[in-house]
């Protein structure tokens, strides 16, 4: 008797239900996700405009390339890094398309960034020269975001307050262009410390 169709049949109901239940269940679960609460309340928080238009400009610049936007709590060393307090978990992401969860950390990742450095101006400068706030930073300038020109009566309050080390010639100011504002803001907007019963934490994981 040939068993050769009983075996493939076998194997090929194997295989069916392995992809099944490590693929399609947890698709079906995440696609099923919803915003918890509302308004100022709402987990995760919404974006303004501003913030937004940033996002793209992160997208367009390939920042993605260099940071990750994915806290690791399992091995740990992403919490002792100050990178977050918990894990990311699939909610965290629900209004975001694309995801930016990024697969290289030539820089720090930037899931709570905005935690870190809550101060739009902080971004704005280390944007135009990440010497001027990180000091050795592998972080190339980003000088084209911000138009150096002579000051012509009052100077622009949205002049970046630039350190005498790094400051522009006499009668000059350095003024954020509107890309360079919105990420910035959105940049300063990357914040999930808020809690997520369910996310991971090392705590939860008994690694402290």
């Known amino acids: 008797m040939n068993r050769g169709p ?32 509302s308004g100022a309340d709402r987990i995760p928080s919404l974006m303004t405009g501003a913030e937004h ?17 994915q806290v690791r709590a399992v091995s740990g060393s992403d919490v ?35 935690a870190r450095r809550p101060d739009v101006d ?9 010497q001027i706030t990180s000091p050795g930073s592998n ?12 000051i012509v009566g009052e100077a622009s309050e949205r002049a970046l307050d630039l350190p005498q080390a790094f400051a522009v ?15 910035a803001a959105y940049l300063a907007s990357l914040n999930i410390s808020y809690e997520i019963e369910t996310a991971p934490s090392p705590e939860k994981l008994s690694y402290k």
């Open 139 to 150: 972080m190339p300038p980003y000088g084209f975001l911000f138009e150096t020109r002579q």
């Open 169 to 183: 010639a006499p009668g000059y100011e350095v003024v954020p262009t509107r890309r360079a504002e919105a990420l």
């Open 6 to 37: 009983f075996i493939f049949l076998g194997v090929l109901i194997v295989v069916s239900l392995s992809w099944a239940l490590t693929l399609v269940k947890p698709i079906s679960e995440a696609g099923n996700l919803s915003a918890i609460g």
């Open 53 to 69: 238009q940033g996002r793209e400009t992160y997208q367009e610049l390939g920042c993605v390339a260099c940071h990750t936007q």
């Open 80 to 114: 002792e890094r100050g990178w977050g307090e918990r894990q990311t978990v699939a909610l965290d992401y629900i209004d975001q398309s694309p995801v930016f969860t990024g697969d290289n950390r030539f820089g720090p990742d930037l899931t709570n960034v905005g």
């Open 122 to 130: 902080w971004h704005l400068l280390h944007l135009y020269n990440p």
